[in-house]
């Protein structure tokens, strides 16, 4: 059997009787994230463990990218709760997109409680490789991709 106090989330719980919120409610539910940059794309991982599939929106509108979801988890009538920390109910999170990224080529996957959002770089904005003209006279410059 689980038996634990903790003076602070008492504290906690007392301060949420007081002004008429439930624990859990009123705390935004956290949404970790990491976010890196790989052969030409910008990719996030959100981690979203114990959250259905089905209720995860991905959505971007402008250079905005919001992610919502929902985790709910109800006790049966034979279940005695001893202990409930882990965040219940509708969540959100947005991430303000630069305008070098290719919003109309969004991927994502969930697989094991992490859903991954892949973007790819725009073209115009992968960094490109310039060649110099040799001599005094002013010739057309042409780019490429830069090397990697």
């Not at 960094?127 to 410059?141: C, F, L, P, T, Y």
Request: with cysteine; charged share 20%; net charge negative.
């Amino acid at each position: 059997m689980l038996m634990r106090f903790d003076p602070f989330r008492e504290l906690d719980r007392l301060t949420h009787q007081l002004w008429g919120q439930p624990p859990g409610d009123g705390h935004p539910i956290t949404m970790p994230m990491d976010a890196y940059r790989r052969n030409g794309q910008f990719v996030i991982d959100f981690d979203l463990p114990g959250v259905d599939p089905g209720s995860i929106d991905l959505t971007v509108e402008k250079n905005v990218l919001t992610v919502t979801g929902q985790r709910t988890w109800q006790p049966g009538d034979e279940e005695q709760v001893v202990v409930s920390e882990r965040p219940q109910g509708r969540f959100s999170r947005q991430l303000f997109l630069g305008e070098g990224l290719d919003t109309d080529s969004i991927a994502a996957c969930y697989d094991h409680g992490v859903l991954t959002v892949t973007i790819p770089v725009a073209e115009e904005a992968k960094s490109r490789k310039v060649a110099i003209a040799n001599g005094g006279q002013a010739q057309a410059i042409t780019t490429g991709p830069a090397a990697q």
